[in-house]
């Protein structure tokens, strides 16, 4: 049982190159998501998903895209990447379709620098 | 929007106190608030949860309160060891939005021998 993995672990891309973060879990968990987390800001929102077919924006949206066509994984897509979007990129899932009453389960996340 | 702080971006205690951590939110009222653990280079570990009806939390050395009044929680970790050293992280939910779960930037624990 591998929880919530994700890859790369580090991923450097000049400006205006495009990039999929993957994420995979095994826990057949309804809910993912995707967070940035940035020094000074904490853990941001940018997507999520509760359910196959259904995802919805968190704060921060822009330039990037995702999508869910299994219940098992949740691709992050940047378009055009900007040196702004220079983070650590985390994917959590968990068991509901809420966050309200159960834990997130986090992977490891990917470093992404953007030069 | 939702604000959410938590009292210091570091704090150092000696091994064998308690370590108390706060967190302070603002405009709407979270039904649930949950605390994570965090390592350098490693995703969050989710530690507790506490219901808005909770006063009061525990497991093991852990302790978690929620004062709807005070729009407040405290994390308490009692008879603290270096490893506990480690960034503590607040989540709450918005109160009405189901999908979203907003983090606090975290106080950095250090525990010394």
């Known amino acids: 049982n591998a929880g919530v993995t994700q890859t790369p672990k580090f991923q450097v891309l000049k400006t205006g190159q495009s990039m999929t973060l993957q994420c995979a879990q095994d826990?057949?968990?309804?809910?993912m998501s995707w967070y940035r987390q940035d020094p000074g800001m904490g853990l941001r929102l940018i997507h999520y998903?509760?359910?196959?077919?259904?995802?919805d924006q968190g704060e921060v949206p822009n330039g990037y895209n995702v999508s869910r066509s299994t219940t098992e994984d949740f691709p992050l897509r940047l378009l055009s990447a900007a040196p702004s979007q220079t983070s650590v990129y985390f994917c959590?899932?968990?068991?509901?379709?809420?966050?309200?009453?159960?834990?997130?389960?986090f992977g490891n996340g990917t470093r992404l620098t953007v030069t | 929007s939702q604000k959410i702080e938590q009292n210091s971006e570091a704090l150092n205690i000696q091994e064998g106190k308690t370590a108390t951590l706060t967190c302070n939110y603002t405009?709407?009222?979270?039904?649930?608030l949950q605390w994570y653990r965090q390592d350098p280079g490693r995703g969050p570990v989710f530690l507790l949860l506490?219901?808005?009806?909770?006063k009061e939390k525990r497991k093991e050395r852990l302790k978690v309160t929620f004062d709807t009044t005070l729009k407040q929680s405290l994390f308490h970790i009692t008879a603290s060891q270096p490893a506990d050293s480690a960034t503590y992280l607040c989540?709450?939910?918005?109160?009405?939005?189901?999908?979203?779960?907003?983090f606090g930037r975290g106080t950095q624990l250090t525990v010394w021998p």
């Open positions: 826990m057949n968990h309804e809910y």
């Open positions: 989540a709450l939910d918005r109160g009405s939005t189901l999908g979203r779960l907003y």
């Open positions: 998903s509760v359910g196959a077919g259904i995802t």
């Open positions: 506490i219901r808005e009806n909770e």
């Open positions: 959590a899932s968990n068991p509901g379709t809420g966050v309200r009453n159960s834990p997130l389960h």
């Open positions: 405009n709407y009222s979270p039904a649930y």
